[in-house]
């Protein structure tokens, strides 16, 4: 069977939002809450809360980054183009870790609940479970999706009956004291829940098979982050509310527990298939989101390219689905405590390194970082966010930094052994250190690469306006002049191409002006002329940083575009005419016109501009 590299794109909003949903609501929910009281007290609200606040920084950086650049191992793939291939290198297998060992956690979490209704070993269970969502991820992610959709919407469905009718159960005197441990508890154990929005990470993996991402990826993750938020925070008041505390603390079956208190035997088996349902959707959330993380390092040629092979017939990446299976298998066997404090802290890893990657792309400068998502209050949500998720990291204590030190010290080898001779790529730390001393790092490899990613993001076709544009004469001035002595280098510089020596070009050009002004806004002009010949068209692009004087009301012209064509050529003029004038309608056009560093910046400034096609 056949193999190729491109993921089809088949996930719809309501696929993308179980997802994440149905990875969040598993673990977190009904394993989570009784080892984290124990820990916290009734305050294990807040730190589910606060788990949540942190969560919001990486999230959002992680949507912008992923709107610009909708590919496999969204995360990953932004990492390694904002600070290179070895901190990518380490960020993506962090992330694969990341994921499977919470599809792990999910399987031996479901396998407690099922050893409720089947005496089997739960090891068993869970294996079972592990090869079964990975023949479905194999077969397709479409049939992975729908799988989702169906557990999420079941698991929503037992959820709001658990909200409904255990609220008027809740004894207030559960809550105190609040803070039994004191506050410093409350923050450590914020970080051992963070595993529990690890889903949100699961949308960036799949970016490059999610249909119109720049729209879908924001809405579906806000939308699951609030949908979950506000359950985790019913589910576990209700909980917290209706167990004693020392049952709570002992209970490895929190959420059927309480269940049991206020709606007897059938409730506690209703919230125990709740609780299967929910390990189930992490688990096959994790199988397909897991394997795309491995994806981008293997296209960049930063772990062996079988892992980016893609199956033809099924368009799954079956390779890595299946070290990433094993490696799972593996991991069942694995204390509990470990598989959370791990998951936990490379999630915190990742959400930080993508704080980092925003700043560093945005800073940078780079012309073609163009997310259809801004994260909002910028910089500062970033640095509350690094500095948050550092203060949590820590006060999970030695052991957690100790296992964030080994995995990161595996993602560094890995790099220096076997990827740092195979891959060259640039990267947007490169551009911001070229942007601050002023020396010459780079070749434009990642602008190009970024507007390919546009291209297909936003699904553009190439037209003929495109390929004059890409093939056109680009004038970069730094000195002011007056409009005739502009005119005469355009000339020079478009009449061999149009077939006209320089003194015709010229005086056409000249009489033009002279007719109407082509002077469209102070900033802005247009000259276009009917040129003799037949089959002939060319725009020249200029822009002049001191400005042009073409007259009194406009002595400062800064972007010009000179269109000198044929009779014959008269349809596709006018046509060129109103793509320009579209494109520098934009309200960003100015100011991206200005700082553009070269002349290809310019080029794609056109090139990607929003016009009808």
Known sequence: MKDS???????????????????MISSGLFILPGIAHAQAGPAVI??????????????????????????????CFAIIRSMGPAVGTAAGLLSWFSLSMKSAFALVGMSVFTVLIVDINIHIIAVFFCLLFLFINLIGIREAGKTQVILVFSLIGLM??????????????????????????????????????????????????????KKIIPMSMILSLSVVSIIYSLVIFVTSGVLEAQVLHKSLTPISDGAAVFMGSWGKIALSIAAVLAFLSTANAGIM?????????????????????????????????????LFIIISLFLQLKVLVEAASIVLILTNLLSCFSVIILRESRIQNYRPSFQTPFYPWLQIL?????????????????????????????SYF??????????????????????????????????KEIIRERDEIVVDRFDRVIENSIIMDINKSMKAEEFLHLVAEEMAPKLELSTEVMFKTLVDREKQSSTVLTPYLAIPHIITPGENKFDILMARCHEGILFSEEA????????????????????????????????????KNWMS??????????????RRQR
């Open 555 to 590: 002595p400062e012209v800064h972007a010009v575009f000179v269109l000198a064509g044929t009779k014959d050529e008269r349809n596709f003029h006018l046509h060129s005419l109103a793509s320009i004038a579209q494109i520098v309608q934009e309200s960003e056009f100015v």
């Open 160 to 213: 709001f009956v658990y909200v409904v009718r255990g609220i008027p159960s809740v004894d207030i005197r559960s809550f105190e004291p609040f803070a039994p441990e004191g506050i410093t508890s409350v923050f450590s154990t914020a970080g051992f829940v963070f595993v529990s929005y690890g889903g949100l990470l699961k949308i960036a993996s799949v970016a490059e098979e999610i249909e119109n991402p």
């Open 289 to 325: 989101t897991a394997a795309r993380s491995l994806v981008p390092l293997s296209r960049d040629n930063l772990i062996p390219g079988v892992f980016g092979r893609i199956n033809s017939r099924f368009q799954t990446p079956h390779y890595s689905l299946l070290v990433t299976g």
């Open 417 to 450: 052994l076997y990827g740092r001779t195979r891959n060259n790529r640039e990267y947007a730390l490169l551009h911001l250190i070229e942007r601050i001393t002023a020396r010459e790092l780079t070749e434009r490899m990642l602008e190009t690469e970024l």
């Open 596 to 609: 553009a560093r070269n002349k290809e910046d310019l080029r794609d400034i056109i090139l990607l501009g």
């Open 385 to 413: 966010g690094i500095l948050g998720l550092t203060f949590v990291m820590f006060e999970m204590g030695r052991e957690a930094i100790m296992i964030s030190l080994i995995l990161i010290t595996i993602g560094f080898l």
């Open 5 to 23: 590299t491109e993921l089809k794109k088949s996930l719809s909003l309501i696929e993308i939002f179980c997802i994440a949903s149905g990875a």
């Open 46 to 75: 807040i730190s589910y809360f606060l788990a949540g606040i942190l969560s919001l920084a990486g999230m959002l950086s992680i949507v912008e980054m992923t709107t610009a650049m909708p590919k496999a191992g969204g995360d």
